[in-house]
Each structure stands twice: as C-alpha cells, then as structure tokens.
C-alpha cells in the first residue's frame, strides 16, 4: 500500500519561509511521475499550487510564482515546497500528491494534508 507522509508547516509570521515535504513509501519499488501540492482554504475548493514532473519541469499557480518553490529527490520518492515571503492569504491545508504507477495504471495519491497558517 502506497503512503504519502507529509512534514513541515505550522504558523508563520507574513514574509516568514517554511517548507513541506512529502516521502512516498511502499512495499515495493514505485515509479512516480509527476509530484503536485495542492492546498485547500477554509471553505474553498483545492487549488493545484504546483506541479514537477520527473525530468523537473515546473510549473506554478500565478498567486505563488515567484514565492513559492517546488522541487524532487527521485532517489528518495521525496517532493519539497519551500515557500517564501508568504501572506495570509497562503493560509491553508496543503497537500501533496504524486502519480504512482501501480496495479498497471497510473494513480494519484494523496497525503493527508498539513495545516499552513500564516499570522498577519
């Protein structure tokens, strides 16, 4: 069974730093393509933040670009958000996902979200 664990987060002051990270573990080897943090606002819908994919392309949510940096260690089925000068708007339950070939099909899976709060 695929599990994603995520670290990081907790309050920060505006124009503070903090980075989330995100580790895939299975029985098995795993193949992942592309990683992506999504994050969910009280009351809002999720919000694709970022997206790499395996060879490191990047792409970001223009509310983030410029801040917020998203990065892989293939070797370790391991995925990073480092976010900077962050706002209270930034405040909310991120979460990564990583597609994972499994069971013949690529699948997303999610991590179970940790909390961002940002003070004004």
């Known amino acids: 069974q695929v599990q994603l664990v995520e670290s990081g987060g907790g309050l920060v002051q505006t124009g503070g730093s903090a980075t989330l990270s995100c580790t895939a573990s299975a029985p098995n080897r795993i193949v992942i393509n592309n990683m992506r943090w999504y994050r969910q606002a009280q009351g809002e819908r999720y919000d694709l933040v970022a997206n790499?994919?395996?060879?490191?392309?990047?792409t970001y949510s223009s509310s983030v670009k410029g801040r917020f940096i998203i990065s892989r260690d293939n070797t370790m089925n391991t995925g990073t958000l480092q976010m900077n000068s962050l706002k209270p708007e930034d405040t909310a339950v991120y979460y990564c996902?990583?597609?994972?070939?499994?069971?013949?099909?690529?699948?997303?899976?999610w991590g179970k979200g940790t909390l961002v709060t940002v003070s004004s």
């Open positions: 790499i994919t395996t060879g490191g392309t990047t």
């Open positions: 996902t990583m597609e994972i070939w499994s069971r013949g099909v690529w699948e997303e899976y």
